[in-house]
DNA sequence: TCTGGGGTCCTAGGACCC
DNA sequence: TCTGGGGTCCTAGGACCC
């Protein structure tokens, strides 16, 4: 989906279309307040004037998506609110609604699994489609099938989509990216020199920040430049199993089928204080917030359907090095007090002295809550002496 | 003025078992 | 008396993705 985030706002705010928008930001909900002066005016009519300044941003949040007017400025996804404040002021900010955006995704993916079945989940706004037994999958070399799940999404929802054809996941991925935005790009196998080689390696699918950084250094700059490479080389460089899959990328080769169904493997909640804590001083608010998080794990756990294993907590630090513990309980739970009980003993095997930018709890090693071997006894015996505060417990 | 939240997968060492 | 070899599970960290 193009811009996904900040196209479901659109459409709320037609007035915004053509101007620099972010979306993105933690609580700081400034939209609310201002938006609250115009009670009884329809949303659409909201004077532009009314919406909160990228310059006024105040908070720790992150871009999820900028609009494409937005980004002619430098702003992108999961750049810093003040670093893009810094770029492009005068854009205006809107909060994530989450909501909002998983009813469009749930209705866009319908859109695309009435015309072709087989869909694999791969987040919030994408997906990978098997055209390959879909009657007119192969005509045109998709293009067809592209263009009617394109307008079949536009008119259940006002929104536009770019769309790869192409060979495996791997290219398709890459070539989805070509004709942004409501783009559709077909590649096929005898393309891969001209039209993947020329492409920087961060392209790939799979190849990040670290990896680049890494074959920079080793003056690869271009898929290509990794495709002259041999298999023996790369391996030697990046490892046995990334090395081979690196090699394989740069060629194009990629037979990963498209999965529709999976089950996940944990579940979690974390937050990013306004402010760093430290463990003694604010013992109290840290302590309402681990419960907390306890609490929304065992929530989803729940409404989901799901019990988990192995209980995990995440801190992270004032210089954004980052700590995890976990525990493998005996047996599956969902329950939020053992959760919390279990994350507390984990909390007093790391460093609490430096002051923590973030705390999470994760829950693991899921299995789906009617097909345990036995229903978790609910008052599960964890030892006495272990059930002792912790540190952000009690006092 | 740094850097969200929710995930998956991989690696590597150690425990433990046969 | 000098250290096998394979397998699985647990734990911690890290890369990467949307």
């Known amino acids: 989906m193009d811009a996904f985030f900040a196209s479901v706002e659109l ?15 933690g609580r700081r909900r400034v939209d609310e307040q201002v938006l609250q ?15 909160p300044l990228l310059k006024d941003y105040v908070g720790r949040g992150v871009i999820t998506t900028a609009t494409y007017p937005a980004r002619q400025f430098g702003v992108g996804s999961a750049m810093g609110m003040m670093k ?30 009435d015309i072709a079945p087989l869909v694999e989940d791969r987040g919030i ?47 398709a991925k890459m070539a989805s990216e070509f004709n942004k935005p409501n783009g559709i790009s077909i590649v096929y196998p005898e393309d891969v020199q001209t039209r993947i080689w020329p492409l920087p390696v961060r392209k790939i699918n799979g190849i990040g920040p670290k990896s680049e950084a890494k074959l920079h250094r080793l003056h690869l700059h271009t898929i ?59 013992r109290a608010e840290l ?61 007093k095997r790391v460093d609490l002295a430096p002051r923590l930018r973030l705390l999470g709890v994760r829950v693991g090693k899921l299995a789906r809550a009617g097909e345990v071997p036995q229903a978790a006894p609910p008052a599960a015996p964890l030892q006495v002496a272990e059930h002792t505060p912790d540190l952000f417990q009690g006092g």
């Open 11 to 25: 459409l709320r705010y037609p007035q915004l279309k053509g101007l620099p928008v972010v979306i993105g930001g």
């Open 37 to 51: 002066r115009y009670p009884d005016v329809p949303l659409s009519r909201i004077p532009v004037e009314a919406f």
């Open 84 to 113: 893009a404040a810094k770029l492009c002021p005068q854009a205006i900010v809107l909060p994530v609604d989450f909501e909002e955006v998983r009813r469009f995704s749930r209705t866009f993916k319908g859109v695309i699994r």
């Open 125 to 171: 706004d994408e997906v990978y489609i098997d055209f390959t037994e879909v009657p007119g999958g192969q005509r045109d070399g998709g293009r067809v099938l592209a263009r009617l799940i394109q307008k079949s999404i536009h008119e259940a929802t006002g929104l536009t989509c770019s769309i790869g054809v192409a060979p495996n996941k791997l290219i």
């Open 224 to 282: 290509g430049d990794i495709a002259a490479q041999s298999r023996e080389w790369l391996v030697d460089n990046f490892g046995q199993a990334y090395g081979h899959w690196m090699h394989d990328a740069a060629w194009g080769r990629d037979d990963r089928p498209v999965v529709t169904e999976s089950e996940p493997v944990s579940m979690s909640r974390e937050t990013t204080f306004d402010r760093d804590l430290h463990a003694v001083r604010d």
């Open 287 to 347: 302590g309402a917030i681990f419960t907390d998080l306890c609490t929304r794990v065992a929530e989803d756990l729940r409404r989901k359907g799901y019990v988990g294993k192995t209980i995990g907590i995440k801190l992270r630090y004032d210089d954004f090095r980052t700590a995890t513990r976990d525990h493998t309980l005996d047996h599956f739970t969902d329950d939020p007090a053992l959760i919390r009980r279990t994350a507390g003993q984990c909390l």
